[in-house]
Structures are given as C-alpha cells and as structure tokens.
C-alpha cells in the first residue's frame, strides 16, 4: 500500500492523491482544519471565563463532570482541571468491557488527585445486543463510525444526565482535536442540541428490534418533566494548544500512570474497539483511524515517525488476530458473531440524529 511520505495517509483513502512526490493531497494543500478555527480568541476566551465562572458553583458538591475512560486525555484533564483551575471535579466512567489498563490509571490517578467517582454500566444484555445489531448492520462508514457514534451519544447523553441530576453546570470532555467529527463538535455541543433535539438513533427506532425501554437509555429532553436547567458540553483540548506525544510524558511524569506505555491509545482503548478495526479493514483495506492520526501528524500534534511503526503492527495483529488483536476473538465470541456476520447494509447516516451537531 502506497502511503504519503509526510502523513502516513493511503492512498487508498478517499480524496488522499498520492503524487509521484509521494505526498498526499492534503499536505500539498494545506488548509486551516475547523479545529484551527476553534482556537480563535472567542472560543479560548469563553473557555477560560467558563472554567473560572463555574469555580465553586452553588447549590452543588461539584463544578464539572469530566468523563474518564482511563486514556492519556482523560486523564491529564482531570488534573487541569482540578490542579491548574481549581475545580471541584466529579469522574465519571461508562463501563463497556474496559481493558484492565485503563482501570488500572483510572485507580491509580484518582487516588493521585483525590477526586470522585461515579460508574454507570448499562445493562450487559443490552450492550450485547446493541453491538451485535450494530456490527451486523452498519452504515456505509463502517464499523468504527457506527459503533462509536451510537456509543458516544449514550455516554454523553448519560454524563449530562449526571450533571442535571446534582445542579453541576458543567461536563467537560477529553475529546482530542478530530474527536468528535466537526460537524458534531467544534468546541461544545450547542445548547439546542442539549435542550431540545432526541439523541435516539433513529435507526434503532425505526428497525423494531429494541423495546421502548431499551431505546431509553438514550437521552431525551424532550421527555424531561418541568423546566430542567442544561449543563454546558465542552471540549477544551480543541481549543487549548495539544500535542498527543506531550499529552502521555505529562500524565506519566504526574503519576496518574505507572509508565508511559499504560498511556498509549492502542493498549487503553476499548478491546471491543479491535473488532471494529478489524472489520473496517477488512472492508475498506486501511485501518479507520489512520485519517485521524494523518491529520494530527500533519498539524505536529502526533508523532510521524511513531505511527510510521506502529501502524503496521496494529494491523498485522488485527488481521491475525494476536498479541491485542487477539480481543478481535473475544468481542465475537461474546457477541456470537462470525467474520461473514460484519456487513455494511445501510446508508450513510441512517443512525444520526437529525441536528445532532455541534457549535
């Protein structure tokens, strides 16, 4: 496989363009990503008066939720926040199948920080039966877009709940730069889109096999009694300077890790996250998150020569399913699934939510 000599992008990637120089179409025209944009003086500027507006808010033990999943991002934002703004921060984790690393950080840096905790884990029969229809049923992005973008709204929706439930103003994510897409998130979700729109998947709603009961674990204001008040949604590392290599010496050097490798993406993620993987490349022949991780090279905020390496391991174990690609077997053998089972059948966008963007 072709790849771009300054991103690592294949050329098999959409829109990618590989030129006899061997760069790709974006690092022969670079333009300013919408993240960049989010760094303008207005949404800085509101970031830092948010934090020190919500220092000590009243009528609440805490001033922000923050998600944690136990990666570097996660992680180091629970020490900014507390540390270097003061705030009285309440973690929260989603509980799906995490991997004994990430629980192992997750421990070690809120003992390190004193901070507390709340874990939600959704009922294992549905989480079950959720990702199997999933992966049975993708849209045309995909397995990790249709997993991950079902997921993500049912933490979200789960952390504003939180919020709602003891007056905290604020839940403040680890979200790295590309994370969510854009058109989803530049820096917060917008106030409508917290106030008034369902972040069902309408998908799920349409295709019969979740019950009414089910499909409420998603987040509904429209379904919310009396004139409830809306926490804020942010995401600070789009707006605050963020460089991935930095982010892991950091947290290592605080002690919220025992070493640096605990802090690496590939061993903290998710293990139901190498099926996924698996499955993309085996439809698309890349590996999703190389465009992420292109794009991050290419603004200096990854490591060319790290990926340059890793890259093809992850991907040799994926498709031979060893070392870590061996949680490609497990998340099968829990979900009942064959290889011939993951099928893209749908369009894109069947599963978004019809305003489910960001501002």
């Known amino acids: 496989m072709k790849r771009c000599k300054t991103c690592l992008l294949p050329d098999i990637v959409p829109g990618a363009e590989i030129d006899d120089s061997g760069r790709c179409a974006y690092c022969r025209n670079p333009s300013p990503s919408p993240h960049a944009t989010a760094v303008a003086s207005k949404y800085r500027e509101d970031l830092e008066e948010t934090l020190r507006r919500a220092r000590n808010h009243p009528g609440s033990e805490y001033d922000c939720v923050v998600p944690l999943s136990g990666?570097?991002?996660?992680?180091?934002?629970?020490?900014?926040?507390?540390?270097?703004?003061?705030?009285?921060?309440?973690?929260?984790?989603?509980?799906?199948?995490?991997?004994?690393?990430?629980?192992?950080?997750?421990?070690?840096a809120l003992r390190k920080l004193d901070i507390d905790h709340v874990i939600f884990s959704p009922a294992h029969g549905f989480l079950t039966k959720l990702f199997r229809y999933l992966l049975c049923n993708q849209e045309a992005r995909g397995a990790v877009y249709t997993v991950s973008y079902v997921y993500a709204p049912l933490f979200e929706g789960a952390a504003i709940r939180l919020a709602m439930e003891r007056n905290i103003p604020?839940?403040?994510?680890?979200?790295?730069?590309?994370?969510?897409?854009?058109?989803?998130?530049?820096?917060?979700?917008?106030?409508?889109?917290?106030?008034?729109?369902?972040?069902t998947p309408p998908h799920l709603v349409e295709c019969g096999h979740f019950s009414e009961?089910?499909?409420?674990?998603?987040?509904?204001?429209?379904?919310?009694?009396?004139?409830?008040?809306?926490p804020r949604y942010l995401a600070p590392y789009h707006v605050w300077d963020y460089d991935q290599d930095e982010v892991i010496r950091k947290v290592t050097e605080l002690g919220l890790v025992r070493r640096s490798s605990h802090a690496n993406p590939?061993?903290?993620?998710?293990?139901?996250?190498?099926?996924?993987m698996f499955s993309d490349l085996k439809h698309f022949g890349y590996n999703p998150y190389v465009p992420e991780f292109s794009a991050l090279i290419r603004e200096g905020k990854a490591s060319l020569n790290y990926w340059r390496v890793?890259?093809?391991?992850?991907?040799?174990?994926?498709?031979?399913?060893?070392?870590?690609?061996?949680?490609?077997?497990?998340?099968m053998q829990w979900?009942?699934?064959?290889?011939?089972?993951?099928?893209?059948?749908?369009?894109?966008?069947?599963?978004?939510?019809?305003?489910?963007?960001?501002?």
Not at 174 to 191: D, N
Not at 213 to 230: C, D, H, Q, W
Not at 336 to 359: F, H, N, Q, V
Request: net charge positive.
């Open 335 to 359: 979900l009942g699934l064959r290889e011939s089972d993951l099928r893209i059948t749908l369009p894109k966008g069947a599963y978004d939510p019809p305003l489910l963007r960001g501002g």
């Open 71 to 108: 990666g570097k991002d996660s992680l180091f934002l629970l020490h900014r926040l507390k540390v270097d703004y003061g705030l009285r921060v309440l973690a929260f984790t989603c509980d799906i199948d995490l991997p004994p690393i990430a629980w192992n950080n997750i421990r070690l």
């Open 170 to 199: 604020l839940v403040v994510a680890g979200y790295s730069p590309g994370q969510p897409e854009p058109e989803r998130m530049l820096y917060e979700f917008t106030p409508a889109l917290i106030s008034s729109e369902d972040w």
């Open 310 to 331: 890793m890259l093809p391991i992850v991907n040799f174990m994926i498709r031979k399913k060893i070392g870590y690609g061996r949680e490609v077997r497990r998340s």
């Open 213 to 230: 009961a089910e499909l409420a674990a998603f987040y509904n204001p429209l379904k919310l009694p009396g004139n409830p008040t809306f």
């Open 266 to 276: 590939i061993v903290s993620n998710y293990p139901i996250n190498w099926l996924m």
